[in-house]
């Protein structure tokens, strides 16, 4: 008998539970009254009120007793009239002082929610503690801090193999950057170095057909001297053919002169230049040779670069210097061979 008067009054508060559910704070507040009639500024009261009986519906009444459950039908009941009335609430049917009447209904809800509570609290925190597993809940706490920990260990590892590989890399492409710097320059020169010698071929040959021009033109003159008629002879003796001959003689010597001269120049880029190909051609096996020695390799990458845009003697330019570039490779290599020694 007991058990079935629970369960009726269970399903008697199930229903006002519904039937509360249906009202809405916004639509409470009845702006279709107007400003001075409508509930718009106890609309926070009725949300709060509303909210705390749809979170009763949301929990499990199986084991609260009747006597609970029968306030609670009360409670339930008594908010569900008072929301009614403000829902059906007009001017037609309190036309005597309306603005008083609409305070007190507004005010009642206000006042209804203390004793709400009392009621309506102790169940609802029974019911999310009696639902709540917190064995499990601080088992799977300990479980995700046990995960994360491994996971922040699994990450710092990672990252510090890729910090690795990354250094690895960088250096390999500084490696690469160098060599082929290296070879690009060796492929510059190379391509100079034939230009230079081009050019010098052309010149050699102008500076020899000068030559010939001008040696042609002393054998004429001489050939003219031994076996000319002696009125042609008086005729070159001549002050104004005399001239002649000196200025043209003068540009035929000055000519060869300033053609040898740029043959050369053009002879002596043409040493440089391939002197430097051949000097950077060696770079990588200097610097395999090097192994891992990081100073040695600078060395060698230190002598490259001088070899690059340092000037070379080769012995067509006059009062050419000769830089101490072999001394100090010779100094580096005097070193390496200590080292490797000790």
Known sequence: MAFEAETQQRQALEQSLKDLDKFDAENLARKDLGTQLSFEQYVPTFARTLNLFRALSECSLDTVPTQVLSKLVQRANQAKTEFQVIADFSLEKYPNNPIASR??????????????????????????RKGTDFARLEAQAKDAVALLDTTVEQNQQALKQKLKDVEATVEKVRRAAQEVGVAQHNLLFNDEAKEYLKSATTWLWITGLL???????????????????????????????????????????????????????????????????????????????????????SAVLLQSTQCIFSSQPSGYIAQESDGGMYKQILEIVRGDSGQRGH
């Open 103 to 128: 305070t007190e209904f507004g005010n009642r809800i206000g006042e209804s929610y203390y004793e709400h509570y009392v009621h309506i609290g102790p169940v609802i925190s029974y019911a999310v």
């Open 211 to 297: 030559a010939i021009a001008t040696l042609i033109a002393a054998f004429g003159l001489l050939s003219l001297y031994l076996w000319g008629s002696d009125q042609f002879m008086a005729k070159l003796q001549s002050p104004n053919l005399i001239a002649v001959k000196v200025v043209i003689f003068g540009v035929l010597i000055s000519a060869t002169l300033w053609a040898g001269r740029v043959y050369r120049s053009n002879q002596h880029n043409y040493v440089v230049n391939k002197h430097r190909a051949n000097a950077l051609s060696t770079f990588e096996t200097f610097v395999k040779g090097a192994g891992d020695d990081q100073q040695t390799k």
